[in-house]
Each structure stands twice: as C-alpha cells, then as structure tokens.
C-alpha cells in the first residue's frame, strides 16, 4: 500500500479530510492537479495586493470556517457599510438590504405534489401586486447569489438551501481565503500527510478489498473533485459508477459565474459626490453586464470585486480576461458617474474563469428541477472504500459554500474510520 487514504483534490473538503484522518494516525496522500492547494478558494496575491478570484464571503453562521479561522488566528469582518442601487433615471439611492433571501416566498411549495423550476414557481405571482415585487427580486437572487438559470433549476432544492439560514447572513475573512487554506495545507504537512501537486488523477479503481489510483494502491480513497469534473468524465472508476450515482450527477449543474477584481491607487469614491459613498459597500446597477460591485476587505486594500452569475454570464464568459475587465471598469465609473476618475485610480486588474478551467468547470453547484436526493446519493460511499466529498455533496443547503465543502471532508473523514 502507498498509503492508508488517498484523497483527491487539495480544496477546502480535501485538506479538511486529510488532516483529520493523519491526526487520527493514518498515512494520507493528497493529489492535487493544480500547482497550488485551494481548488476554488484561491486568494491571488499581486505586489502585496490580495484578490479573491474564487469563494470570498462566510455565508450563515458557517459554526466549521469560524472555528478553523480562530484556530488559526485569523480575523474576519461583518457587513458594516452602505448599500447603493441605481435607479432607472441613473441616480444612486442608498437603501437597506441586506441580500437576504427570501425564504418564506417558497412556503407554497409544501402543497406541490411534484417539483418545479424556480421560474415557473415565481411565475405565480406576476398577477399579485403585493408579491411580484418580491419574486422578481427573488429570481434575481438566484440568477446572481446562487448562479444558477432559474428555467432549470429546483424550486425545491433552492428553498431549501434558503430554509437552511445560508443566505441570511454573511461576512468575509479579513486577509482572503487563501490564508485559511494555507492554515489547514501546514496542518495536514505537520500531521504527516503527502501533498503532490501538478497531479491530475485519470483513473480510480475500487472493490472492498482497496484501491487503486492511478497506479497507486491504498485502503481508502475520498474523491473531491468538483461535480462538474466528475458529470465530464474526466476521471474513470472500475468498475463504472453505479447508475444512480451517474443519474444523481447530471440533475446537480455547476453554475457560471464572472468576477472581476479591479485594483485602485487609493479608494477614490469616498470623495465622489461630497463623500455620500464613504461607507459605500455594495452598489447595485440598473443596467449593464454586471449585477453588483462591491468594496473589498480593508485589508486588500482599494479594491472592488464586480459580478454576475446565472444565464447573465453568457457574453462575458465568450470575452478574454481583459476586455472582461474593461467591461467592469467601464461599468463603475459609469456607476458612480465619474469614469475618469475611476480610469485615473485605476492600476490593474483580475478574472478567471471558472467555467474554462478544467479542474472547475463552473463555480458552485444548483439542483435541477426534480433532483431529488441527488446530493445525498453522490454523497454515498462505495465498496466500503471509495467515498465522495465536496460542496456539491453537502446536502444541509450549505452547497455552494466553503463551510459547506469543509462540511463534507468531516464527514468524507468519520465515514473513513468508521469503515476502517
């Protein structure tokens, strides 16, 4: 045997799980197919800048990231600051919200005897003057929070998600995720774990009596990788996975999204408009590519991330890297009224895209309409030794989340020595 566990993918379910079973005296090899640990946790540092390229914010009371983050010293931030939204002649009006779900909108759905989309749900109330407001904010909320094309996806699946408490509250590490990953990656190197990076795994076959990846033999394997990796058939199993494994994949989508991180000389929008946006945090655009922007952490200095998710990613997902980023420049100067000003601060700026890189193929994962148990059904383990982890198992609503992936790598882990 190469080792007791051997887990692939070095995310936040990958080290989490790693680092419980070394602790626990197993010899764990940890492969990674990309040249850094964090999957889609990924804090990129420019000259001394951070910028949060993947996953930024702490979604609910997320009990696992704030333990890890005290564990490891690190700070983090609420939402302290003033939300800005423009209306349709152009001017900004500074409001209260808080982009919070809504999830007593989905009460009617314990009446449905089968599942629906989210658009045809929401669709019910275009004629209830007291509620269309509300379900067109809240299909924008899962265009933009959840990423996901609301004529697909669970109407069921994102209430439940939104019953969870995920979407109520929300903060951010202070310095960036890629502090909290760097924290467990030393953790697990401390533990004993072999981390080999610029491993990209093709094949894994399984029985009860162990496993094989790759060549490389050991008792237990726990498999992260994405799901849109997993739906590409980028890896094979032998034998293949059981039917209603590959059934559960294809009704649970990856969704798109597209972040651009824009760098500035100094936060120059405190002095726009006789300072009314010194506080500013979030501002919402009427128009444009771009759904929101937002003011980065102040460690990180001036910085602000502009975003977009669900089906509105479609002309910005097909445009390079820096016309996405000139787009998103162009989009808040133009925002704030002062794109010279925006133009004069600006020094650089940042994106990936999620959906081109084959070790993602997407940003977070949605249920299709009639999924059913799907997440739980990926989630399950094979042969006693082959086990499965990463947000898009989670099935306490908090997929989608990194306290929802670190969720997964407990729980991957016990499952582990509970068969040991």
Request: proline share 3%; hydrophobic share 45%.
């Amino acid at each position: 045997m190469d080792a007791d566990v051997i887990i692939v993918g070095a995310g936040a379910a990958g080290l989490t799980a790693a680092r419980r079973l070394a602790q626990r005296g197993k010899r764990v090899l940890l492969l990674e197919a990309r040249d850094r640990i964090g999957g889609r946790a990924w804090t990129l540092e420019r000259h001394g800048v951070r910028m949060e390229m993947g996953a930024e914010f702490i979604h609910g009371d997320a009990e696992l990231t704030h333990r890890l983050m005290r564990e490891a010293g690190l700070k983090w931030e609420g939402f302290d600051g003033s939300m800005w939204r423009e209306t349709a002649d152009g001017t900004l009006v500074c409001e209260e919200d808080s982009f919070e779900s809504d999830d007593d909108l989905f009460a009617g759905l314990k009446a449905l005897e089968r599942d629906i989309s989210v658009a045809d749900y929401l669709a019910r109330f275009a004629s209830d003057d007291a509620l269309r407001q509300r379900a067109q904010m809240a299909l924008s909320f899962v265009e933009g929070f959840d990423a996901a094309d609301p004529q697909i996806a669970s109407a069921r699946g994102i209430a439940h998600e939104w019953a969870s408490g995920v979407d109520n509250s929300s903060g951010r590490p202070c310095e960036g995720y890629g502090r909290l990953m760097h924290f467990l990656h030393a953790e697990c190197v401390k533990a004993g774990v072999e981390v080999r990076l610029n491993r990209a795994v093709t094949s894994i076959a399984y029985d009860s009596k162990g496993i094989a990846v790759d060549g490389l033999r050991a008792k237990a394997c726990i498999v992260t990788l994405p799901a849109a990796v997993l739906r590409g058939g980028a890896v094979t199993f032998d034998p293949p996975l059981p039917a209603e494994k590959r059934n559960a994949l294809q009704y649970i989508e990856t969704g798109d999204v597209v972040k651009a991180v824009l760098q500035f000389s100094s936060r120059f929008w405190k002095h726009l408009a006789n300072g009314k946006y010194a506080d500013a945090l979030f501002f919402r655009p009427a128009a444009g590519p771009f759904g929101v922007f937002w003011v980065s952490a102040k460690e990180n200095g001036a910085a602000i991330a502009a975003w977009t998710g669900g089906p509105k990613t479609a002309a910005l997902l097909a445009a390079n890297e820096q016309d996405v980023v000139e787009s998103a420049l162009r989009g808040f100067g133009r925002l704030l009224g002062d794109e010279p000003a925006a133009r004069a601060a600006f020094e650089g700026g940042a994106m990936h895209d999620w959906r081109a890189d084959r070790f993602a193929g997407g940003a977070y994962t949605y249920l299709r309409t009639g999924a059913g148990g799907a997440r739980e059904t990926l989630a399950a383990p094979l042969a006693g030794t082959l086990f499965f982890a990463g947000e898009a198992t989670c099935a306490s609503g908090h997929s989608g989340t990194v306290d929802g992936a670190l969720e997964t790598g407990e729980r991957a882990a016990g499952e582990v020595l509970h068969n040991a």
